[in-house]
């Protein structure tokens, strides 16, 4: 059975070269700026284990501090030699029940080099699996275009006129504003005619 639990900055030693290794380094967060993050309590590092083995499986890291209420999923991955044996369903449950008193849960997908958009297809899908929708909005990672879900949980997923707010508000817990300017592009969601 897997088990869920919040890791500190030891752990995030041992954990930032997994996400190196599975995100991109345009959309990677300054390993300093999560270690202020936790400290602060902006962020929690999570570790999902089998609670048998103590074997960690998988990883995410979450902004769980917002002016509006929700938390952002910024990194979820689980470890390349558990990965197609249903593990990522049972770890992404068990953060989704994690944050189930909170107006929500966002997450940014992007996929650098994704030439024929089946490796954001496949995210949407398995989001989607969960009962994450996507919402209209203007936000650049590292240069790629982001499609940006949330998991309405006690709020509402009709957040696009806000969105780019709570994102600008979890990434300035992270980067300074140097980092802000080269890393992420936040504006309103285009007006619908």
Same mark, same amino acid.
């Given at each position: 059975?897997?088990?869920?639990?919040?890791?500190?900055?030891?752990? $995030?030693?041992?954990?930032?070269?997994? +996400?190196?290794?599975?995100?991109? =380094?345009?959309?990677?967060?300054?390993?300093?700026?999560?270690?202020?993050?936790?400290?602060?309590?902006?962020?929690?590092?999570?570790?999902?284990?089998?609670?048998?083995?103590?074997?960690?499986?998988? %990883?995410?890291?979450?902004?769980?501090?917002?002016? %509006?209420?929700?938390?952002?999923? =910024?990194? +979820?991955?689980?470890?390349?030699? %558990?990965?197609? =044996?249903?593990?990522?369903?049972?770890?992404?449950? $068990?953060?989704?029940?994690?944050?189930?008193?909170?107006?929500?849960? $966002?997450?940014?997908?992007?996929? +650098?080099?994704?030439?024929?958009?089946?490796?954001?297809? =496949?995210?949407?899908?398995?989001?989607?699996? +969960?009962?994450?929708?996507?919402? !209209?909005?203007?936000?650049?990672?590292?240069?790629?275009?982001?499609?940006?879900?949330?998991? !309405?949980?006690?709020?509402?997923?009709?957040?696009?006129?806000?969105?780019?707010?709570?994102?600008?508000?979890?990434?300035?817990?992270? $980067?300074?504003?140097?980092?802000?300017?080269?890393?992420?592009?936040?504006? !309103?969601?285009?007006?619908?005619?």
């Amino acid at each position: 059975m897997l088990k869920l639990r919040a890791c500190g900055h030891r752990d $995030l030693e041992r954990i930032y070269p997994a +996400f190196e290794l599975d995100f991109d =380094k345009k959309e990677l967060l300054p390993k300093l700026g999560v270690h202020k993050a936790l400290l602060r309590g902006d962020a929690e590092l999570l570790a999902v284990y089998d609670e048998d083995t103590g074997i960690e499986v998988a %990883y995410a890291l979450v902004g769980v501090r917002s002016l %509006y209420g929700y938390v952002w999923l =910024k990194y +979820f991955s689980v470890s390349p030699w %558990y990965r197609d =044996k249903g593990l990522g369903v049972q770890a992404m449950r $068990l953060i989704n029940r994690r944050y189930a008193d909170r107006q929500g849960i $966002l997450a940014e997908l992007t996929a +650098f080099g994704d030439e024929d958009g089946s490796t954001l297809r =496949k995210l949407r899908r398995f989001f989607a699996r +969960f009962g994450y929708v996507e919402i !209209p909005s203007d936000v650049t990672i590292g240069g790629e275009k982001a499609c940006v879900v949330v998991k !309405p949980l006690q709020g509402s997923e009709e957040i696009s006129p806000y969105v780019h707010r709570i994102l600008r508000d979890f990434y300035s817990r992270v $980067l300074t504003g140097v980092g802000m300017q080269r890393m992420v592009e936040l504006r !309103p969601a285009p007006k619908e005619e």
